[in-house]
C-alpha cells in the first residue's frame, strides 16, 4: 500500500527532473562543443533521469556508426564489440569468451555485425573494420531524487559504469542539508547539485572525471544517445 509519503513524488520528480534538463541547457558551454541533454537512458544497468553529453564539433562520415545502424546495437553487440580491436584479429572462441556468450550467439550477433560493416572474418578469427572511439568528451549522469539521497547515490553509482560523471540532484533545500554527508559522496565518487527555479543550479559536489567501468556499457550508452532525436544536433551530415 502507498504510503501518504509517496503521494505525488512522481509527479513532483518530474517536475524537478525538467528543471534541472532547463537549468543545464544554460550552463555555459565552450565555444564549439555541442551539448545533448537526454532524459530517461536505459542502459541496462539502471535508467538515468538525465545524461548530458558533450561533444567536439559534429559527427561526419569519418565517424564509426551511421544513424541508419543503431537500431541493431544492444547491449549483447555491445559487450562483443567492447572484446574486439580495430585492425587487429582475435580468435571469435576468445571473444565469446570474455564476453560470457554461448558460440551461438557470438556467431549470431557476428554475422548482423559483419552485414553491418563493422566487423570482418578471416578463418576462426574476427576483427573491428573501425575504431569505435565515441564523439562524446564528457557523460554525466543525474538520478533525481525528492529527498531519498542515500538511495539516489545508491543508484547512481551504477551510472560509473557508462557515464565520466555521475551525480545526485535534489531540491536546493534538501540538497544544502545533505550537504554535509560529503564524505558519503567523495567516498563513492558521486556529485550533488541542488535544483533552485526557476531553472537554476547550486553545485556543492562537482565530482571529478573517470573512465567508465565498464567498457560494454559505455557503449551501450553512446549507441542509446546517439538513438534519441536530441543527438540531431550532431549530425551535420548522413554518414555512410
Not at 114 to 120: A, F, N, T
Not at 128 to 152: G, N
Not at 177 to 197: E, K, N, Q, T, W
Not at 231 to 239: A, D, Y
Amino acid at each position: 500500500m502507498t504510503g501518504r509519503s509517496e503521494v505525488g513524488v512522481p509527479k513532483q520528480e518530474a517536475r524537478l527532473q525538467r528543471s534541472l534538463v532547463a537549468a543545464l541547457a544554460r550552463e555555459p558551454l565552450r565555444k564549439g562543443h555541442k551539448r545533448i541533454i537526454c532524459s530517461e537512458v536505459d542502459v541496462s544497468h539502471g535508467i538515468a533521469d538525465v545524461v548530458v553529453a558533450t561533444a567536439n564539433g559534429a559527427l561526419t562520415r569519418a565517424e564509426w556508426l551511421a544513424p541508419r545502424q543503431l537500431r541493431y546495437l544492444n547491449l549483447t553487440t555491445a559487450k562483443l564489440i567492447s572484446q574486439l580491436r580495430y585492425g587487429s584479429y582475435k580468435p571469435v572462441e576468445e571473444v565469446g569468451r570474455s564476453a560470457g556468450f554461448a558460440a551461438r550467439t557470438v556467431s549470431q550477433h557476428l554475422r548482423t555485425l559483419e552485414k553491418l560493416g563493422l566487423v570482418r572474418h578471416k578463418g576462426d578469427c574476427v576483427t573491428l573494420l573501425r575504431s569505435t572511439k565515441t564523439p562524446f568528451m564528457d557523460v554525466t549522469a543525474f538520478e533525481v531524487k525528492i529527498s531519498d539521497w542515500k538511495h539516489a547515490v545508491y543508484q547512481a553509482t551504477h551510472y560509473r559504469s557508462f557515464a565520466n560523471r555521475a551525480v545526485v540532484a535534489l531540491p536546493n533545500v534538501k540538497a544544502r542539508s545533505v550537504a554535509v554527508h560529503s564524505d558519503v559522496f567523495r567516498l563513492f565518487g558521486i556529485g550533488l547539485v541542488g535544483i533552485m527555479s526557476p531553472a537554476r543550479l547550486k553545485w556543492y559536489i562537482r565530482p571529478e572525471r573517470r573512465q567508465p567501468s565498464s567498457a560494454s556499457r559505455s557503449l551501450l550508452g553512446f549507441v542509446q544517445i546517439l538513438k534519441r532525436k536530441e543527438s540531431r544536433v550532431l549530425r551535420v551530415r548522413e554518414m555512410s
